[in-house]
């Protein structure tokens, strides 16, 4: 108080035992890290524990809403909720133990850990910070920031600092501070550090306080000399002429070509700083040997035994007692010798003399079992071709009786399940007056004319998606919207009916011309739900049944020569397409009046032709897709 220190006796103090940090928060509240727990202060004097009541808590990081503990059994942090505090462990550093913590303005969290190094912690992200990135010791002791937001780190034998860039991503360099620098005291004492109002850092050893002033440095910002002053074989200076094809000044051959068995090598290299030339550090790599650069170190001499046959090329980078490295390494190229039996000559020559023994012992095997191996060749070839033929015609047999997806069905199971469609369209066609003039033709010459009308018919199936039922004697009977179910059943349904309608008068036309009868048609649609299925064990149909069926037969009989007939349900799906003749109410045998309509056309908009028979590019998808 003032200029005076006053001990905090029970209750007002968090502990009687030990006290290792104080951190004050956003709030101004004082957190306390114990030998026994965290410890907050509740704002009048007094302290709560907030958890780790086992544990050694070494330092306290306040964040805005969460509260970060480094404790002697990893990274904790407490959150506050309805004002009750929640305690948990991070679970990447959850046995680590924790000797101080810190936290950048970009949210990283540093942690110090005892006997494992340095942690930076961002969300769900951990990396690591050892010696292979420039720590001298992984016991850390604390962690500070500095005016710039460079990490200071003191550890068990010196005192380092990390620069990292403006973003606090990467890490571009860890110096190091000792004797030399000034940091006597080589050992730095747990969490004994501090930033100063004016910049200026204290940092708190063995032997004492040590103050820091970033703007009185002086760094030696000239690179180290590097140089590769010798190379071994087996640990001895050889004659390297019969390898390589000149010596230079330095003693190292050029073009080096050793054999197989000359795979021990050892370099030696040096860096030259006359500043610091005892802080001189370095970093190697053998292309084609190691997957990564070395870590760094302090020695001038690395040996590299058994190496394979291929090429290599080793490098060398120094780094001044500053941290200044060398900005291009220096290169050393040579290649090692495969053995001869390892050269392709070799391979290729082997592999030739076993092909050649290989061939030879094959064409006499040959020569005894070609003509039986021929023979049954022919043999299988042709009952090969006839099951094939075989299958084929049976496929194409099946398919003309059955839908696809029902015949595979059938040909998987051995049955066909029957299956109810909600909404389909049901054709019917017949030529009017066909018992009358059929009596007065040949049966050759009346099943040839039928044929004829019945495959047009078939051809507009394919191209309008429309499953073919059957016909009965001159009726014709197709579905639109089985088996695969469409929503322009309707339409499809349509435009079958006037492509038959078509097709007939086209035909009509050439037999008027040649003096014979000519067949009229007419065609009634319909609109509702069926079944499907498959009945009967031998010659079995694929058939549809329900009341729309019925009616679709009623539209038929109740419609006239060279006109389609066509239900309201069917209209309603079609009315913006189509130009009608409204019929009015039409009663019907068994199903009373029933509203019908004679299909004129297409509207003109709807059509490619004046007849109003065939769709235009507007309804192109309904015949691009049509097929089945």
């Known amino acids: 108080?003032?200029?005076?220190?006053?001990?905090?006796?029970?209750?007002?103090?968090?502990?009687?035992?030990?006290?290792?940090?104080l951190?004050?928060?956003?709030?101004?509240?004082?957190?306390?890290?114990?030998?026994?727990?965290?410890w907050v202060d509740t704002g009048d004097g007094n302290y709560t524990r907030v958890g780790l009541a086992d544990l050694l808590v070494n330092d306290v990081q306040p964040g805005a809403d969460t509260i970060w503990a480094a404790t002697s059994q990893g990274l904790y942090h407490a959150v506050e909720q309805n004002g009750q505090w929640t305690?948990?462990?991070?679970?990447?550093?959850?046995t680590l133990p924790a000797n101080s913590i810190t936290q950048d303005g970009a949210?990283?969290?540093?942690?110090?850990?005892?006997?494992?190094?340095?942690?930076?912690?961002?969300?769900?992200?951990?990396?690591?910070?050892?010696?292979?990135?420039?720590?001298?010791s992984l016991t850390v002791e604390f962690v500070v920031l500095d005016a710039y937001e460079n990490l200071w780190v003191?550890?068990?034998?010196?005192?380092?600092?990390?620069?990292?860039?403006?973003?606090?991503?990467?890490?571009?360099?860890?110096?190091?501070?000792?004797?030399?620098e000034g940091f006597d005291g080589i050992q730095a004492f747990r969490n004994a550090c501090l930033l100063d109002e004016d910049s200026t850092l204290w940092f708190g050893s063995v032997i004492g306080a040590t103050n820091y002033d970033p703007r009185r440095v002086l760094r030696d910002m000239r690179?180290?000399?590097?140089?590769?002053?010798?190379?071994?074989?087996?640990?001895?200076?050889?004659?390297?002429?019969?390898?390589?094809?000149?010596?230079?000044?330095?003693?190292?051959?050029?073009?080096?070509?050793?054999?197989?068995?000359?795979?021990?090598?050892?370099?030696?290299?040096?860096?030259?700083?006359?500043?610091?030339?005892?802080?001189v550090r370095y970093r190697y790599i053998l292309e084609g040997y190691d997957p990564d650069w070395s870590p760094i170190t302090a020695t001038n001499r690395i040996t590299y035994s058994n190496i394979p046959p291929g090429d290599y090329t080793f490098k060398v980078m120094a780094r001044n007692g500053s941290g200044v490295w060398t900005e291009e390494a220096v290169t050393y190229t040579f290649s090692i010798a495969p053995p001869f039996w390892a050269t392709l000559p070799f391979r290729l020559g082997a592999g030739a003399f076993l092909l050649i023994g290989l061939i030879f012992t094959v064409r006499y095997r040959e020569r005894k079992l070609r003509k039986d191996r021929e023979r049954l060749e022919g043999m299988v070839a042709k009952r090969t071709r006839e099951l094939a033929t075989e299958k084929d015609r049976s496929e194409r047999l099946l398919l003309n009786i059955l839908p696809e997806t029902t015949a595979e069905e059938l040909k998987m199971k051995g049955t066909a399940e029957a299956r109810r469609y909600e909404s389909v369209t049901v054709l019917f066609s017949d030529f009017k007056g066909f018992t009358g003039f059929s009596s007065l033709m040949d049966s050759t010459e009346l099943v040839a004319d039928l044929d004829l009308f019945f495959r047009q018919f078939d051809q507009h199936c394919h191209t309008y998606g429309v499953e073919k039922i059957k016909t009965i004697g001159d009726a014709y009977m197709c579905v639109a919207g089985i088996p695969e179910e469409t929503s322009d059943h309707a339409l499809r349904g349509i435009l079958m009916a006037l492509a038959m309608l078509d097709s007939v008068d086209r035909i009509n036309a050439d037999r008027a011309a040649r003096g014979l009868v000519e067949w009229p048609i007419r065609i009634g649609l319909h609109s509702g739900p069926v079944v499907t299925g498959v009945v009967g064990e031998k010659k079995f149909a694929y058939d549809v049944w329900g009341d729309t069926v019925n009616l679709a037969s009623r539209m038929e009989t109740?419609?006239?020569?060279?006109?389609?007939?066509?239900?309201?349900?069917?209209?309603?799906?079609?009315?913006?397409?189509?130009?009608?003749?409204?019929?009015?109410?039409?009663?019907?045998?068994?199903?009373?009046?029933?509203?019908?309509?004679?299909?004129?056309?297409?509207?003109?908009?709807?059509?490619?032709?004046?007849?109003?028979?065939?769709?235009?590019?507007?309804?192109?998808?309904?015949?691009?897709?049509?097929?089945?």
């Open 23 to 38: 951190r004050r928060d956003d709030q101004g509240r004082v957190w306390a890290g114990t030998a026994n727990g965290l």
């Open 87 to 94: 305690v948990a462990r991070h679970a990447s550093l959850s």
């Open 154 to 180: 003191g550890t068990r034998r010196s005192l380092h600092q990390v620069e990292l860039d403006v973003l606090q991503e990467r890490i571009i360099n860890i110096h190091h501070f000792g004797p030399r």
């Open 223 to 279: 690179e180290p000399l590097v140089h590769i002053t010798d190379l071994q074989l087996f640990f001895e200076d050889p004659d390297w002429r019969p390898w390589c094809t000149s010596v230079n000044a330095g003693r190292l051959p050029e073009g080096l070509n050793l054999p197989y068995n000359k795979n021990h090598l050892t370099f030696e290299y040096t860096g030259i700083s006359l500043a610091q030339p005892d802080r």
């Open 558 to 628: 109740n419609s006239e020569a060279g006109h389609i007939n066509i239900s309201g349900s069917t209209f309603s799906q079609v009315m913006e397409l189509v130009e009608v003749q409204p019929r009015g109410p039409i009663r019907v045998k068994g199903k009373g009046e029933l509203n019908m309509y004679f299909l004129d056309r297409l509207k003109p908009a709807y059509s490619s032709d004046p007849s109003g028979r065939y769709p235009s590019d507007t309804l192109r998808p309904v015949v691009e897709h049509g097929s089945h």
């Open 107 to 136: 949210g990283n969290l540093w942690i110090g850990t005892n006997g494992h190094g340095l942690f930076r912690v961002l969300g769900t992200r951990v990396d690591s910070i050892g010696r292979d990135r420039g720590l001298e």
């Open 1 to 21: 108080v003032g200029e005076r220190f006053t001990a905090l006796a029970p209750p007002k103090a968090p502990v009687t035992t030990r006290l290792f940090a």
